[in-house]
């Protein structure tokens, strides 16, 4: 029956756009984070991308993370400016706990800049949360 369903909700595990220096490149990008802060691992961690804003889109990403240690980070892809004036959706998926857990992350358009950075815990730079 539906009530004997159980749906894990998903704590403690983000999504960041951190703006750092690339020394390979001599610039500043905007990188996508996943941090895990929970007080243990996900495993499995699979994170599927795309932007979008009305007919223009980009092409799906998929990212196989593996396995993010507890309180910690992983990167999951260079953000090019063009694509920050799109919609960008993070759709993370891992397991914990023996659950499989999943959510939905999105950093709505033209909302990354330099004026609106923040301090990121664990990552220990400035950044942007996607909601």
Do not use: C
Not at 43 to 67: A, E, Q, Y
Not at 79 to 102: G, I, M, P, R
């Amino acid at each position: 029956m539906k009530k004997d369903i159980e749906i894990p909700v998903a704590k403690d595990v983000y999504v960041a756009i951190i703006h750092e220096w690339n020394e390979e490149f001599l610039s500043k990008d905007w990188n996508a984070y996943i941090i895990n802060n929970r007080s243990s691992q996900i495993d499995m961690v699979l994170v599927v991308t795309k932007g979008f804003d009305g007919d223009r889109k980009t092409s799906t990403m998929r990212h196989g993370i593996g396995v993010v240690e507890a309180k910690a980070f992983a990167k999951i892809e260079l953000l090019q400016e063009e694509v920050l004036s799109l919609n960008n959706e993070f759709f993370v998926t891992y397991y914990a706990d023996d659950k499989l857990y999943e959510k939905r992350f999105l950093v709505a358009k033209n909302t990354v800049s330099e004026s609106v950075l923040q301090h990121i815990p664990i990552i220990e730079k400035e950044g942007v949360w996607a909601t």
